[in-house]
């Protein structure tokens, strides 16, 4: 019995090890990359990202050429994030939310076609499509623009999912009782059924944002001019065959990240409610 | 239903006004789906039918275009596709191979109310999903960089173990690729088998504590078989995660990789289109890994039942 509950305590030991080597790894990166953000770009180029930490070389002048590298173009970058995640996030929650709501309260013809269709979307990886997009966006003009960034995903299927599941869970007699009050369909969802969505709206409102902020694959093909690249594509413009601009990279990917963890910190459950929502238990 | 529960009411408004309601309740369904009808025609259909046409041209220009047949398809044939496909296939199934155990006994961890340090342990795992890619590329190139100070290579010095060029080789290059996918992903799948576990009545467990099984038994013929549905939704997604790999090998690796060693489905879609400005031969390869992204679906969603479900 005794030796029974030490084998207990061993294991329990021993996964304590294992679950802070897992931690260690996943946050190592973070920490190395900032400790390393504080380092002249010259030495990532000689020595790698090192354990030693040399606090007596560090100092903050990557962090300055946020502001004067490359004539600001980091700002630029920034300021091109900022307005990109705002609008593809605001009209992303309401196309989606539309759509959902439509596909739980409504029966109509077409319906579950629509429905099978999402999912088709859901299951399709867009990189499959960058070539034909590609070609429509210059024939649309889409090239090398915000609308051009955001337009194409404006409407997540993901986010239709969650807002459907979500709207499903309604009570319909709130509809009806808008009715009766002479709302018009679109009054009812304006004025009666989305301001009952509102926690959905809260959890997709960060998980839309964070996706439109690292997003990567199609801001690297649609965007072209160094002025309106967003950071993740800017940031990645650094690392040439040439030589890769480390001082302006490893400071700039630190500040990339601080408004994603500040989010976070702030609001774990809807990142987790968000996350799980999505059809796992379909 | 809730149009006929009204008729019975004393509120109806006037028998005019009802139509009217009722013609609106007909419409207005479409009108809050159009704009998924517009955006799957313009952004979806329109692009596939356009790169099913494009796989059967030679595209020069916008106004120089020639109907070549099977021709891209049988040019597709080559070591660089065939090298494509193994190196996709083998990174899609090492990081299934990873990407679903660990999760989920790391899940079972967490959710065990002993366990010191819950909420810390969920959210240090969970946080490398926040970053965007740009971070993991940025993070473990320079850790399995070249030089001998660099941190893999260090740390290897210190076991007396040789140093090596983890990104110039094929088989350590796979290993950093499937690295970079578990440090991206393991938080995320967490929470999905941590959900999953809520869905387990507890008294499955305790009546098989009663019956004298241990842990190990328990986490057997309980918790694996009650995370079915997870574990097939983590794989679904983890086979058209990595046929669709890209960002992590364009920022390893840059676009084209030394000897193809990261050279993806997808990156030699990039690089056919945009280097080579082959749109055709592009288009070809996009087609064939639609085709097996599809099938695998098919697949997956027959094993599940999700078909038979919706015929009922």
Known sequence: MISNSIKKRLISLALLVLMIAIAMFCLGPLFFLLSSSFKPGSEMIRNGITLKLDIGKMNLNNYKLLWEGKDGIYLYWYRNSVIITFLGTVLSLILSSLVGYGLAMYKFKGRNFLFILILIVMMTPIEILILPLYKLSIAIRFIDTYRGVILPFAVSPFAVFFFRQYAGKLSREFMDAGRIDGCSEFGIYFRIMMPLMLPAFGAMTILQAMSNWNAFVWPLIVLRSNEMLTLPIGLQSLLTPYGNNYDLLLSGVVMSIIPIMIVFWCNQKAFISGLTVGGVKG | ?312
């Not at chain 2, 490398?128 to 100070?149: H, K, M, N, Y």
Request: with cysteine; net charge positive; hydrophobic share 50%.
């Open chain 2, 1 to 312: 239903m809730n149009t006929g529960t009204m008729k019975n009411t004393n509120l109806l408004p006037g028998k005019a006004g009802m139509k009217v309601h009722l013609k609106q309740q007909k419409i207005a369904p479409y009108i809050f789906v159009l704009p998924f009808i517009l955006s799957f025609s313009i952004f979806f259909l329109y692009p596939i039918i356009s790169t099913v046409i494009m796989s059967f041209q030679e595209i020069l220009g916008p106004k120089d275009v020639t109907f070549i047949g099977l021709k891209n398809y049988r040019n597709m044939i080559n070591e660089h596709f065939f090298n494509a496909i193994w190196v996709t296939t083998r990174y899609t199934f090492l990081t299934i191979l990873v990407l679903v155990p660990l999760p989920m006994i790391l899940a079972v961890f967490l959710n065990r109310r002993k366990t010191i340090g819950r909420n810390f342990f969920r959210s240090a795992f969970f946080i490398p999903a926040l970053t965007s890619v740009i971070v993991a590329g940025l993070f473990f190139r320079l850790a399995f960089g070249e030089q001998d100070t660099t941190l893999v290579n260090m740390i290897l010095g210190v076991f007396g173990l040789p140093k090596r060029t983890w990104l110039q080789q094929g088989s350590t290059a796979m290993m950093v690729m499937v690295i970079v996918c578990t440090w991206r992903w393991l938080g995320v799948n967490i929470i999905y088998f941590l959900s999953g576990l809520q869905s387990i009545p507890v008294e499955q467990y305790e009546s098989a504590s009663i019956d004298g099984a241990n842990e190990w038994q328990k986490f057997l013929r309980i918790t694996v078989p009650g995370l079915k549905p997870v574990i097939i939704y983590v794989v679904t997604i983890s086979v058209y995660g990595g046929y669709a790999m890209f960002s992590e090998s364009y920022l390893l690796f840059g676009p084209r990789s030394p000897g193809d060693i990261g050279l993806t489905l997808v990156s030699l879609i990039y690089q056919l289109g945009f280097f080579e400005n082959n749109l055709g031969a592009g288009s070809a390869v996009g087609i064939t890994l639609l085709g097996i992204v599809m099938l695998i679906n098919m697949v997956q969603l027959t094993l599940t039942g999700f078909f038979k479900k919706e015929s009922d």
